[in-house]
T-cell receptor, first 112, second 113 residues
Framework: GENVEQHPSTLSVQEGDSAVIKCTYS??????FPWYKQELGKRPQLIID?????GEKKDQRIAVTLNKTAKHFSLHITETQPEDSAVYFC???????????FGQGTILTVHP | ETGVTQSPTHLIKTRGQQVTLRCSSQ?????VSWYQQALGQGPQFIFQ???????GRGNFPPRFSGLQFPNYSSELNVNALELDDSALYLC??????FGYGYTFGSGTRLTVV
């Protein structure tokens, strides 16, 4: 089955710096790549997603890049703010009904 | 537009007991998927319901079962609870079946003692 590896497991940055989280996946048939933000005790919230016919997508301070050949995709957050502190999960999907395969998560801490 | 709601928010059960968790999908969504999130881990896919039938299942034993109702709400039932079943159970609804644009509920925190 699909395996998604996410790195780093923890990331600490200063406010205003950029943060990059990377994921690799094993199933070459995967064609949907969402990123979720989960604050402590709250539900995962979709922050950005990309489909396999697109190499990059940007939404204000957040961007995702996809390299299907290498089977990896990354989340880029620029001008980080303390409220960006949360756990971020990457996931892959689009091959089996309903199934998203999640990475292990990255704890992002933005220091004021 | 209403979001995904789950009940109860917290639950404590004894090993061997049975539990039913409930989920109301977001307005306009016809597909419900259930995930188990152990502490410090990413969510793991349990199964998905579409048109009141299970149409996808992850690597979970048969004691995990579910239902979907005509109004698209759903239940997750777990029989013969084990200590390792302690987790946050998340329900996600969507309009399509492949996981696009999931909206997650806030989850039910199940503790098995």
């Amino acid at each position: 089955g699909e395996n998604v590896e996410q790195h780093p497991s923890t990331l600490s940055v200063q406010e205003g710096d950029s943060a990059v989280i990377k994921c690799t996946y094993s199933d070459s048939a995967s064609n949907y790549f969402p990123w979720y933000k989960q604050e402590l005790g709250k539900r995962p919230q979709l922050i950005i997603d990309i489909r396999s016919n697109v190499g990059e997508k940007k939404d204000q301070r957040i961007a995702v890049t996809l390299n299907k050949t290498a089977k990896h995709f990354s989340l880029h957050i620029t001008e980080t703010q303390p409220e960006d502190s949360a756990v971020y999960f990457c996931a892959t999907g689009g091959t089996s009904y309903g199934k998203l395969t999640f990475g292990q998560g990255t704890i992002l801490t933005v220091h004021p | 537009e209403t979001g995904v709601t789950q009940s109860p928010t917290h639950l404590i059960k004894t090993r061997g007991q049975q539990v039913t968790l409930r989920c109301s999908s977001q307005s306009g969504h016809n597909t419900v998927s259930w995930y188990q999130q152990a502490l410090g881990q990413g969510p793991q896919f349990i199964f998905q319901y579409y048109r009141e039938e299970e149409n996808g299942r992850g690597n979970f034993p048969p004691r995990f079962s579910g239902l979907q109702f005509p109004n698209y709400s759903s239940e997750l039932n777990v029989n013969a609870l084990e200590l390792d079943d302690s987790a946050l159970y998340l329900c996600a609804s969507s309009l399509a079946g492949f996981g696009y644009g999931y909206t997650f509920g806030s989850g039910t925190r199940l503790t098995v003692v």
